[in-house]
């Protein structure tokens, strides 16, 4: 069946353009065409017409950094990841489908146990539960003594061989590894991985023309990633200039998760200082993420697990500096990019994935507006 949305207002195209009064005909799940309402006729076929009035349609949200298991809204969130297989699918069921519900359409995943991120992908691939579309990493990979509560741990070059290769069988999207803690207590920022280990990590994703993601925070960590070929930096709390300009001369992407530093409650469960500490710690982040954004860094936007919390991490990177069109393409057209499905997904434009989200708002005007969603619509299907 093919259905035509139509509203007052829609976010078109590669360049997130708003055009106003025009319909999108979508036909088996993808953007037939999109068209002007005084064009809306005859297309030789039957359609249903669905008319959202006043509101504003953009593309279905993506989550560029999601643990499907990991869920912050529970109490001891981090102890759970211990939990068994069973409880952790189960709860990887739940925070899917909550995700999709606030418009998040795609997810990329970056780390959870036992391949759960791979089942699910395949699963809601087939119809079976009901969520984002997945882009998965299999197992993220740490240091035997480093940081990553979702990862495992690894020791020297051949054990991140041989978990780099077992993920590729399990057909992961890309390779995660786990380099620095979150919040760190500055000046002195660890990092868990040696250069080789991570080139170890890099040579075997670019063998079969996969991508990798660190969790890096910054310091020597960070440039160790920029040399090693790392593609997608995550986090990036503590970038420094000079890490700026490399990032940018490298033509890498950052994924930013600005929560867990500016959110109070989130930022004293993981600064290692006290409550006078934490929010010192938190000054010196924002000044870092201000200077990252200022520096044009190519970004996109993800919620490290704060399920259905998408749109305050995009107000978080306004609130930073970032254009609304900017933080708009951080978790739509931009974050496609990063989850390498662009060709086919990630914009309103004819023959892509017709994932759309209908807001009560304008989000180029006010950003705040990605809070009020009215309804969701995958693979052509309203959802909610
Ligand atoms: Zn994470």
């Given at each position: 069946?093919?259905?035509?949305?139509?509203?007052?207002?829609?976010?078109?195209?590669?360049?997130?353009?708003?055009?106003?009064?025009?319909?999108?005909?979508?036909?088996?799940?993808?953007?037939?065409?999109?068209?002007?309402?005084?064009?809306?006729?005859?297309?030789?076929?039957?359609?249903?017409?669905?008319?959202?009035?006043?509101?504003?349609?953009?593309?279905?949200?993506?989550?560029?950094?999601?643990?499907?298991?990991?869920?912050?809204?529970?109490?001891?969130?981090?102890?759970?990841?211990?939990?068994?297989?069973?409880?952790?699918?189960?709860?990887?069921?739940?925070?899917?489908?909550?995700?999709?519900?606030?418009?998040?359409?795609?997810?990329?995943?970056?780390?959870?146990?036992?391949?759960?991120?791979?089942?699910?992908?395949?699963?809601?691939?087939?119809?079976?539960?009901?969520?984002?579309?997945?882009?998965?990493?299999?197992?993220?990979?740490?240091?035997?003594?480093?940081?990553?509560?979702?990862?495992?741990?690894?020791?020297?070059?051949?054990?991140f061989r041989?978990?780099a290769r077992?993920n590729i069988?399990?057909?992961v999207d890309f390779l995660?590894v786990?380099?620095?803690?979150?919040?760190?207590?500055?000046?002195?920022?660890?990092?868990?991985?040696?250069?080789?280990?991570l080139k170890v990590v890099v040579e075997e994703a670019k063998s079969v023309g996969i991508t990798t993601a660190c969790?890096?925070?910054?310091?020597?960590?960070?440039?160790?990633c920029?040399t090693a070929g790392i593609d997608c930096?995550?986090?990036?709390?503590?970038?420094?200039?000079?890490?700026?300009?490399?990032?940018?001369?490298a033509?890498m992407?950052?994924?930013?998760?600005?929560?867990?530093?500016?959110?109070?409650?989130?930022?004293?469960?993981?600064?290692?200082?006290?409550?006078?500490?934490?929010?010192?710690?938190?000054?010196?982040?924002?000044?870092?993420?201000?200077?990252?954004?200022?520096?044009?860094?190519?970004?996109?936007?993800?919620?490290?697990?704060?399920?259905?919390?998408?749109?305050?991490?995009?107000?978080?990177?306004?609130?930073?500096?970032?254009?609304?069109?900017?933080?708009?393409?951080?978790?739509?057209?931009?974050?496609?990019?990063?989850?390498g499905?662009?060709?086919?997904?990630?914009?309103?434009?004819?023959?892509?994935?017709?994932?759309?989200?209908?807001?009560?708002?304008?989000?180029?005007?006010?950003?705040?507006?990605?809070?009020?969603?009215?309804?969701?619509?995958?693979?052509?299907?309203?959802?909610?």
């Open positions: 069946m093919s259905v035509l949305y139509k509203a007052s207002k829609i976010v078109v195209g590669e360049n997130l353009e708003l055009i106003e009064n025009a319909s999108i005909l979508v036909k088996d799940g993808k953007i037939i065409k999109i068209l002007s309402n005084s064009e809306v006729d005859d297309f030789g076929f039957e359609y249903e017409l669905v008319d959202f009035g006043q509101k504003t349609i953009i593309p279905g949200m993506i989550d560029c950094h999601n643990h499907l298991a990991l869920d912050t809204r529970l109490d001891n969130h981090l102890v759970r990841m211990n939990d068994s297989e069973c409880e952790q699918t189960i709860r990887a069921i739940k925070t899917m489908k909550d995700d999709l519900l606030s418009g998040v359409t795609t997810a990329r995943c970056l780390g959870d146990r036992y391949y759960i991120d791979v089942t699910c992908k395949k699963a809601q691939l087939e119809g079976r539960i009901m969520g984002p579309k997945l882009i998965v990493s299999g197992i993220g990979m740490r240091a035997s003594h480093g940081h990553g509560y979702v990862g495992l741990p690894h020791c020297g070059k051949e054990e041989k978990t077992e069988a399990k057909g995660k786990f380099m620095t803690k979150v919040i760190n207590a500055t000046p002195y920022i660890y990092h868990f991985l040696t250069l080789d280990e969790h890096c925070s910054g310091g020597q960590g960070l440039d160790d920029i930096l995550e986090h990036v709390y503590y970038i420094s200039d000079e890490q700026i300009k490399r990032v940018k001369e033509d992407w950052v994924v930013y998760t600005p929560s867990y530093a500016l959110n109070n409650e989130l930022l004293f469960k993981f600064s290692p200082k006290d409550r006078e500490g934490s929010l010192q710690e938190k000054e010196i982040i924002k000044g870092c993420l201000e200077n990252s954004i200022k520096g044009k860094l190519k970004f996109g936007i993800g919620t490290d697990g704060i399920h259905q919390g998408l749109a305050q991490e995009a107000i978080y990177i306004s609130e930073l500096g970032a254009n609304n069109r900017d933080v708009l393409a951080g978790i739509t057209t931009n974050a496609a990019k990063i989850c499905i662009s060709s086919y997904r990630g914009a309103i434009s004819e023959g892509l994935d017709a994932d759309l989200v209908v807001l009560e708002g304008n989000p180029l005007e006010d950003i705040s507006a990605l809070k009020q969603v009215f309804s969701v619509i995958q693979s052509g299907e309203i959802i909610r």
